[in-house]
């Protein structure tokens, strides 16, 4: 379905079309770069709002946007978008092969373009629709579908901006710290300087209230199997420790025997030092009787 189609039934109703009529692909617009695609990754991988169940977040990159339903084929393909209180799935069903606004009734909160030299003018609000051709991608994000906040990322320059929409205007904000707090989230987007995909740049990504970075699965999984490591290297000095000590216990246990058998054999020795000078005594007594000495008046 490429326009309307009538219902059968009822010919005077328009049929309009669905995400299944509307899909993505278009074989005659070149594929993403690396970096689009590595940093819409990142983006969707780190937006965790603590506010919202994920399996009523529509996260989604390099998806067609159908947002005319008087020109149903006209749409935008954002590089990033976030739509909330929408599944992840169509219909709680079928993985997305676009994304149809009259048909979902509900509209992105934050869409976000990665700059490109060939899209960068229309990106930022440069350039102008031709009579009877679709809008400009901010004519249709700020004026027609009013998607609250816009974010512009440049790969080139680094640079960062966030559009908000202010009486029906994008106006550009100021950002804290490098961050923007996006309440509806309970989020802020910010840049990051790391490594990502083995790539070190600054990144756009997710920051939680406190101003902690909101880790992706595989970054999470990573610090957990680290302190799972870290917590069994502390279990096996603590057992290492313990080991030494029992080792230690037994070592001083072995010295006190040890020095008991020694004052034992001393005490026996002394006892039988004593009985020797007794029994010498006794016989040095005989031998004075038998002379005819009293050894008590000696």
Request: glycine share 2%; aromatic share 10%; hydrophobic share 35%.
């Amino acid at each position: 379905m490429t326009a309307y189609q009538y219902d059968a039934q009822h010919p005077q109703i328009k049929v309009l079309p669905t995400m299944y009529d509307l899909p993505s692909e278009d074989p005659e617009e070149p594929g993403l770069d690396v970096f689009h695609r590595v940093q819409a990754q990142l983006t969707s991988d780190s937006c965790i709002p603590p506010n919202h169940p994920l399996d009523r977040l529509l996260i989604a990159s390099d998806l067609n946007i159908y947002y005319d339903p008087n020109h149903p084929n006209w749409y935008k393909k954002p590089d990033w978008f976030i739509v909330v209180g929408v599944p992840q799935l169509y219909r709680e069903r079928d993985l997305r092969m676009s994304y149809v606004v009259w048909d979902e009734q509900v509209i992105p909160l934050i869409v976000a373009e990665f700059l490109s030299d060939s899209t960068e003018a229309e990106d930022l609000g440069f350039t102008y629709s031709e009579p009877n051709k679709p809008p400009t991608k901010w004519q249709v994000y700020e004026r027609i579908l009013k998607i609250p906040y816009y974010i512009i990322f440049s790969k080139n320059t680094n640079q960062l901006r966030i559009f908000k929409l202010v009486r029906n205007r994008y106006r550009e904000q100021v950002l804290t710290n490098g961050k923007f707090w996006i309440p509806e989230l309970e989020l802020s987007i910010g840049l990051w300087f790391g490594t990502y995909h083995n790539c070190a740049r600054l990144w756009l990504r997710w920051y939680d209230i406190n101003g902690n970075l909101v880790l992706t699965p595989e970054e999470f999984e990573r610090q957990r199997a680290q302190l799972e490591s870290q917590r069994a290297e502390l279990e096996s000095q603590r057992a290492e420790a313990e080991r030494e000590r029992a080792e230690s216990e037994s070592q001083r246990a072995e010295v006190e025997k040890e020095r008991a058998e020694s004052e034992r054999e001393r005490a026996e020795s002394e006892s039988r030092r004593a009985e020797a000078e007794r029994e010498r005594a006794n016989r040095l007594a005989e031998i004075l009787r038998a002379m005819n000495i009293n050894p008590d008046e000696l």
